[in-house]
C-alpha cells in the first residue's frame, strides 16, 4: 500500500458540510463561509527528521523549509497566505537550535506574508508539522482537476536544482565549485511560488506544486483530470549547473526526484496570451514542455524516443526514503 492508497482507503469520506469546496486529495482543501468573499484554503506537512532532512541540518533551514512546503501547497492554488499553525515535536528543548529554527521560520513567514497564530510544543523524537491557511477567490483556485485535451504544459523556474543538491551533499555527483552553493540552497531553501500562483489564477486550467518529482505531480493532475500528456525532454528548463552534471545524472533528477517546489501547469491555448503577459512579470519565468493528450499516461520523449525514467517519484510507505 502506498501513501495515497492508504488516504484513499482508511481516510477518504464525503464532507458532512457544503461548506466544504473541496476535501482530501488536492494541495490544499477549500473551505466557503457564509458570507465571506474569499474561501480559506487548508494544508498540512509534516517534516521528519532522518526522512525528510538529516540530522546534521541547520536548524535555520528546518524553519524555513517546514514553512515554504506548507506555503507552496498554497501557492498551487493559486491563494494568497494568511496564518499558520505550528507543531512542533522535540527530544529537547535547546535555546541554540530554537532560535536558529526560529530565524528560518519567520525569515520565510516575513517574506511571504504570513503569521503564526497557534500551535503545539511537544517532546519526542524531531519532526515539524504547519498547517498553512490561505485565501483564495471562489471558484478561483487552481485545482489538479481541470486539465483538458489541448492544453499546454508549463513549469516555473529550473528543474532537478534541489536533486542536484541532495546527490551533491551525499557525494554522488560532481560539479564544478561555483555551482555548490546554488543547488544546495534550492535544497535547503526552496522559493513558494506564491507570486506565480496567484498570476495564474483565471488562466491555468490545473495546477500542482513539485514536490515529489515532475512524473509524480504531473501525474495527479492527469489522474484527477482524466487525461494523458506527451512532454519534450530537450524543453526541460535546466541550469547551467544541471548541464554540466548531465553526462552523469541524465535527465532522472530533474524529472523524479522533487523537492524544487516549482509549479507545473496547464493552459488552455485561447488563453496564452493572457499567459505570456503574466510570465513577463515573473521574474523564474514559465516554461512550455509538451501538451495534455487524450490517451492515458505521461509520455516522454526526446530526440532518441520516447524516454522512462529509473522510478517514478517520491511516495512514501513503499520506497526506501531519500535519506
Ligand atoms: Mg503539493
Redo the contacts with the bound molecule.
Keep these: 500500500m502506498d501513501e495515497f492508497g492508504l488516504i484513499e482507503q482508511f481516510f477518504t469520506r464525503r464532507a458532512r458540510h457544503p461548506e466544504v469546496v473541496l476535501g482530501i486529495g488536492d494541495?490544499a482543501a477549500l473551505v466557503a463561509l457564509a458570507g465571506a468573499s474569499e474561501q480559506l484554503a487548508a494544508t498540512t506537512d509534516t517534516l521528519v527528521e532522518g526522512v525528510h532532512f538529516p540530522q546534521s541540518a541547520k536548524a535555520f533551514d528546518v524553519g524555513y523549509k517546514a514553512l515554504a512546503v506548507n506555503v507552496?501547497?498554497l501557492a498551487?492554488m493559486g491563494a494568497r497566505p494568511l496564518a499558520f499553525l505550528l507543531s512542533l515535536t522535540l527530544p529537547a528543548a535547546d535555546p541554540q537550535w530554537l532560535a536558529g529554527f526560529r530565524d528560518g521560520l519567520f525569515a520565510l513567514a516575513q517574506a511571504v506574508g504570513i503569521d503564526l497564530i497557534g500551535g503545539d510544543t511537544v517532546r519526542g523524537p524531531l519532526s515539524v508539522t504547519i498547517t498553512a491557511l490561505g485565501a483564495v477567490a471562489p471558484g478561483a483556485a487552481l485545482r489538479r482537476d481541470g486539465a483538458r485535451v489541448g492544453d499546454r504544459v508549463y513549469v516555473s523556474g529550473l528543474l532537478g536544482e534541489a536533486a542536484l543538491g541532495f546527490l551533491l551533499r551525499g557525494g554522488r555527483v560532481s560539479l564544478p565549485h561555483e555551482f555548490h552553493e546554488p543547488v544546495l540552497t534550492r535544497l535547503d531553501r526552496p522559493v513558494p511560488r506564491i507570486a506565480e500562483g496567484r498570476a495564474l489564477v483565471g488562466i491555468a486550467s490545473a495546477a500542482?506544486?513539485i514536490?515529489d518529482g515532475l512524473v509524480a505531480?504531473l501525474g495527479h493532475i492527469l489522474a484527477a483530470s482524466g487525461v494523458g500528456a506527451r512532454l519534450d525532454l530537450r524543453r526541460l528548463p535546466l541550469s547551467a549547473a544541471y548541464d554540466a552534471a548531465f553526462a552523469s545524472v541524465g535527465y532522472d533528477p530533474a524529472l523524479v526526484f522533487g523537492d524544487d517546489y516549482e509549479l507545473c501547469v496547464t493552459v488552455p491555448p485561447e488563453r496564452e496570451k493572457a499567459l505570456a503577459a503574466a510570465a513577463s512579470r515573473l521574474p523564474c519565468g514559465l516554461h512550455y514542455l509538451g501538451d495534455i493528450v487524450a490517451a492515458p499516461g505521461l509520455t516522454l520523449y526526446d530526440g532518441q524516443g520516447v524516454y522512462t525514467p529509473a522510478r517514478a517519484g517520491y511516495n512514501h510507505f513503499d520506497d526506501p526514503g531519500p535519506v
Design positions: 494541495d507552496s501547497d498551487a500542482i506544486d514536490s505531480d
